[in-house]
């Protein structure tokens, strides 16, 4: 598929700039897109893929990159804890893996997402499911991705091949280092890989200063291995995490550490025409967070350290096999997810409280999905069932916490809160075969999502909103619903000698959206003890958690044109807009309209591209959220690299030419009384600074 374009669209960094104009499967256009990360020039005759190493050196938050997407967009709350945003939504509405592996968050806001998991210089490539995620995939309300660790894969002789894919670069803007990557050795029957990272910076400047509390320290290693065997492949994966003091301006606390351990076991054979594989997984996070260490200190009676914990167990088991013309996909999975959190004065030993006490949420399920032809059409077909349960331990108070609190937990502690819900997705993507460089394509969906815990059992009125932060305080409804998505897409690929063109129109209507709303009718007037807490706590409007309909609806592309000679410009255009449907409102911290451009120059080994990013104003905001509205802009960048040698690359460039001062839409409003940006300020984005970036592979 399009071999006329590829030599066009994979020829090094003039796609760089734009990393997801590429299809990721030959057969499969409509399905997904693919992210390569790092390594070195693409083989333009087998790969359809693209890379985007000679793009800005934004930092070691993958969402930097995946924010590059047609719809997609990053959730700034700090430098390590972005989120991923895909044409509106965020957080666990997305199907988001590591590796493959799926696993729960450990803060109540969210500190470190998922792909806080993955650092940049680990991650081979990001595969971005176009649309909504398969059923084979998990439960999830919309789209997904997984972010795939570098790997030194089987060696094709049983002689021994030694290999590495290792990047280091450094930002000026935060005086930051990343580096980091794989070694490893293999046979045609055994591989053992050894990966690692460490990745530090300082707080992030920009044109009026400095953005306090945004220095951050991660670091990574672990193992990957793998052995074939007459009855099957095992492979083994295991890694530590250890992030360190790390800034979260939005948000009333930082990070102390995320302390965290994750392991896989897998198994995949053939036996009969039948893929088999299965793999049970684990993951432990232990989280501290606090509001003294990392910014302006309040006295030492509203000191608080917070203390969180989530484990993951689960495991999966899959068969594929020819089936009805085509390829049927059958496989039950599951995982069992516990959390708890502390709320802690280190001053003070009998203050404590467990606003998230022993809660224990479990789901299995099944699914079966089937790809072939029908009628005119290439197509996938899935089904996934979802039995999901939920319970929570009895809340705790310290006894130098006032009344108010004792109340609620008693309330907490006298209701129901165990219960299970059954939700159901079916997913049909449908799109021709390619014919004059032409590809059609459609997506039907039914796609269901649990509440979150925090939306469920948020019993105190405090701050943690999952990740909206949006300086609300929130309470927690023990009856809500699963959310109910009805999507629809419609869209082209299109490529031909000069030209690709990908647009995709999408609507998706949401039944029972989980959003904050006024906690009572008698809003700003304290008259019980949820509204006197939270106005103790700073804010007398709280929100509770509660089930509304709203709608998305939108579009966007990327595509690109070849000039005569070495010149070729690129483009990625994103417009989505987000409304609550029962009342007139808006939905909150959805991206603004923007406009990606690069004009490269590309020459047999080096290339160099001149970006422009032009944001439109944000004007369609939540009145429920107190959402502010943000201005447009426009920056300007140039990078570009130089293949050395075959397997050394470097990168360089400036990025924010013009050191504009500039708020994105989607950062959250600054809680840190230090530097240059003022409490309640949206914080802005990073000024002008270089970037350098070596990268090896074998």
Do not use: C
Not at 227 to 242: A, H, P, S, W
Not at 281 to 301: E, G, I, K
């Amino acid at each position: 598929m399009y071999t006329k374009l590829l030599p066009l669209l994979l020829s090094g960094a003039a796609i760089a700039a734009f990393p997801t104009s590429a299809i990721a499967d030959d057969s499969e256009p409509a399905l997904q897109d693919v992210i390569i990360v790092t390594g070195s020039r693409l083989n333009t005759a087998i790969d359809q893929t693209i890379t985007p190493e000679a793009a800005p050196l934004r930092g070691g938050d993958i969402t930097y990159l995946t924010a590059r997407s047609p719809g997609g967009a990053r959730i700034g709350n700090g430098e390590l804890s972005g989120q991923m945003q895909y044409r509106g939504l965020f957080g666990e509405r997305l199907n988001l893996r590591v590796d493959g592996q799926r696993f729960a968050s450990g803060g109540p806001n969210l500190m470190d997402p998922v792909f806080h998991y993955a650092p940049a210089p680990l991650i081979g490539s990001v595969v971005i499911d176009r649309g909504v995620s398969p059923v084979s995939a998990g439960p999830g309300l919309a789209g997904g991705a997984d972010a795939i660790f570098k790997r030194i894969n089987y060696a094709d002789t049983e002689d021994i091949a030694f290999g590495y894919d290792l990047t280091f670069g450094a930002r000026s803007v935060n005086e930051s280092t990343a580096s980091g990557g794989v070694i490893g050795a293999a046979t045609d029957t055994w591989r053992i890989n050894l990966l690692g990272a460490w990745e530090d910076g300082d707080d992030t400047e920009f044109g009026d200063g400095t953005i306090a509390g945004t220095a951050f320290e991660r670091g990574v290693f672990g193992i990957s291995s793998g052995v074939k065997t007459e009855i099957g492949e095992f492979t083994l994966d295991l890694r530590r995490q250890n992030t360190g003091p790390s800034g979260n301006p939005p948000f009333p606390m930082d990070i102390v550490y995320f302390d965290t351990d994750f392991a896989r076991f897998g198994y995949a054979h053939t036996l009969g025409g039948v893929r088999i594989k299965a793999n049970v997984h684990y993951s432990d996070v232990a989280h501290l967070m606090d509001n003294f260490s990392q910014r302006p200190a309040p006295t030492a009676m509203r000191q608080r350290a917070t203390f969180a914990d989530a484990t993951t167990r689960g495991g999966d088991i899959s068969l594929g096999f020819d089936a009805f013309g085509g390829d049927l996909l059958v496989g039950l999975d599951g995982e069992v997810v516990d959390h708890h959190v502390t709320i802690t004065n280190p001053n003070n030993s009998n203050f404590f409280v467990t606003p998230f006490p022993d809660i224990e949420t479990d789901r299995i399920g099944g699914f079966a999905e089937w790809r072939g032809g029908l009628g005119i059409f290439e197509s996938e077909l899935g089904l996934r069932v979802d039995r999901n349960g939920y319970e929570a331990g009895e809340a705790i108070v310290g006894p130098a916490l006032p009344m108010g609190p004792r109340m609620l937990a008693g309330a907490f502690n006298n209701s129901d809160r165990s219960g299970e819900d059954t939700t159901v997705d079916a997913v049909m993507r449908l799109w021709t075969p390619v014919e004059n460089g032409l590809s059609w394509r459609i997506t039907l969906a039914h796609k269901q999502q649990m509440p979150g815990y925090v939306q469920r059992y948020g019993w105190l009125p405090i701050n943690a909103s999952g990740g909206l932060a949006d300086g609300n305080i929130y309470v927690g409804d023990l009856t809500l619903d699963p959310e109910t998505a009805w999507i629809g897409e419609v869209g082209f690929d299109f490529a031909n000698d000069r030209v690709y063109l990908r647009p995709t129109a999408y609507i998706r209507q949401v039944d029972d959206y989980i959003q904050g709303v006024p906690f009572d009718d008698t809003t700003g007037v304290a008259d019980t003890p949820v509204e006197m807490i939270a106005t103790m706590n700073g804010d007398p409007t709280p929100l509770r958690w509660d089930n509304v309909d709203a709608r998305l609806y939108g579009f966007d592309l990327d595509g690109g044109y070849d000039f005569d000679g070495p010149l070729r410009i690129d483009g990625v255009l994103s417009y989505v807009r987000g409304e609550r449907r029962d009342i007139d409102d808006n939905l909150y911290r959805v991206t603004p309209p923007n406009l990606t451009t690069g004009l490269t120059w590309e020459a047999a080994t080096w290339s160099a591209t001149l970006e422009a990013r032009a944001v439109a104003e944000q004007s369609d905001v939540s009145r429920t959220n107190s959402e502010a509205e943000t201005d447009g802009y426009i920056t300007l960048s140039a990078y570009g690299d130089w293949d050395i040698t075959d397997g050394v690359r470097i990168s360089a460039g400036v990025e924010n030419l013009l050191d504009e001062v500039y708020e994105d839409h989607l950062s959250g409003y600054n809680r840190n009384g230090f530097g240059d940006v003022a409490v309640g300020e949206r914080v802005p984005g990073a000024g002008r600074g270089v970037f350098v970036r070596l990268s090896l592979s074998r």
